[in-house]
């Protein structure tokens, strides 16, 4: 098989589980908030808040660690906390999907809710 073909069924198994998974999370409109706790759900590494198709962090990711995603959306109820960990150059948040693996939470958002990540050091370096 070639390296091209290869990298198409990747590409499209890839997209096809994102969005399964993406049946079960929240849809993520304006006003939308994620924390990012430690595993014992008490202390925050950092608050988030869909506006206008940005998701803007303020607080600094620690490269490395695993959290939970606390996303909770006012308007409509939903709630959900999935595992993920902080990358290791603490820029992204990578989530735990279920027979795919490790995704960037970034690109999750991109793809599937048309949201674009912000953290702290790219508002920064505006």
């Given at each position: 098989?070639s390296?091209?073909?290869?990298?198409?069924?990747?590409?499209?198994?890839?997209?096809?589980?994102?969005?399964?998974?993406?049946?079960?999370?929240?849809?993520?409109?304006?006003?939308?908030?994620?924390?990012?706790?430690?595993?014992?759900?008490?202390?925050?590494?950092?608050?988030?808040?869909?506006q206008?198709?940005?998701?803007?962090?303020?607080?600094?990711?620690?490269?490395?660690?695993?959290?939970r995603?606390?996303?909770?959306?006012?308007?409509?109820?939903?709630?959900?906390?999935?595992?993920?960990?902080?990358?290791?150059?603490?820029?992204?948040?990578?989530?735990?999907?279920?027979?795919y693996?490790?995704?960037?939470?970034?690109?999750?958002?991109?793809?599937?809710?048309?949201?674009?990540?912000i953290?702290?050091?790219?508002?920064?370096?505006?």
């Open positions: 098989m390296t091209l073909k290869k990298v198409i069924i990747g590409l499209v198994t890839f997209i096809l589980l994102s969005f399964s998974f993406a049946q079960g999370m929240p849809t993520m409109s304006d006003g939308t908030q994620v924390q990012v706790v430690y595993p014992d759900l008490v202390s925050v590494m950092a608050v988030a808040r869909v206008g198709g940005q998701l803007v962090f303020e607080g600094q990711l620690q490269a490395g660690r695993e959290v995603l606390l996303i909770s959306n006012p308007h409509t109820g939903e709630l959900l906390m999935p595992t993920a960990f902080v990358s290791p150059q603490g820029n992204d948040l990578l989530m735990n999907i279920p027979d693996g490790l995704m960037p939470f970034s690109m999750w958002l991109a793809q599937t809710r048309s949201i674009k990540m953290l702290p050091t790219a508002i920064a370096a505006r």
